[in-house]
């Protein structure tokens, strides 16, 4: 399995001395805690307007290609700022982190979540010929909403289980 | 205080948020599905008055906040309940004094906003650049709600509670 093969990895992460002043100090976790959960603010924020969007809920005079457009630089701050505060926080405890359930299912979903964002939500969203497929943006729109608040949910239960 | 504290304590949805074990995990779902409603369009609304997305006219992006009122509602509700569900472990906790006081602060400034700059706002079209009052209100608007989420993520490291 892939989780075997990059447990040494993880392992040596964990005890470079950049991962064990990372994970030191409670406060610095914290911190990067109160980021992580900022970017996701701003994604899932962008993600969900698109879809109120797409929903016919609100902007209805906006086309969705330029919506998409305006929103895509809060989104990929937020992504950003997500992904990084995560790598660091999983860095300060690496070991622990990737032996948990939800920690592996959590990757497993941010990894389809992002594959989708990119490859088709805003792929979709973005399209001029959009008025053409409803459908399309209404399905690709409530997985990626769907995505992305599922890696936000067992996010949380790395914290409870 | 105390007898207020005890009677929370002893209450029937107390011992509904502590005995039913999924009951806690699900409300903290919640709240954090409410959070990203709250914030994300709050935020949206926020960076519009600051000069970002000036494309998008504000009266629409403005009638996105009932959903973000929505977001604000569940999480006034399911933070009622994990108050209600362990009372001692928030009423003496700083970061949970100070998450209640600078939601009040946002609401204050959400007051101001509807009484001074908000039918100007309003009236932004495309491209229109918001006054400067509007701008500051902005800026403290995201301040305060990152204060709140800081706050509230300081919970279980500041004050041992989760």
Known sequence: MIWEWLHPWVTSLGSTSFGLWLGQSVERIAWLFVFHILGITLLLGTVLVSNLRIFGLALKREPLPELARDLDPIALVG????LLSGALIFTGGAENYFTGWWFRTKMILLASALLFHFVVFRTVIRSERIKLHPVLAKLSGGAALLLWFSVGIAGRAIAFF | ???VWAWIKHSAVSKLVVGVP????ACETLHFIGMAMLIGIIGVIDLRMLGFMKRL????LHKLLPWGIAGFVINLTTGALFFAGDPYQYKDNIAFIMKVAFILVAGINVLIFYLGPYKQVEAMGPGDDAPTSAKVIAA????????VMYWGRMLPFIGNAF
Do not use: H
């Open chain 2, 22 to 25: 999924w009951i806690w995990p």
């Open chain 1, 79 to 82: 992504l950003c700022l997500t």
């Open chain 2, 57 to 60: 006219p504000f009266a629409p």
């Open chain 2, 140 to 147: 403290t608007s995201i301040f305060l709600w990152f204060g």
């Open chain 2, 1 to 3: 205080m105390e007898p």
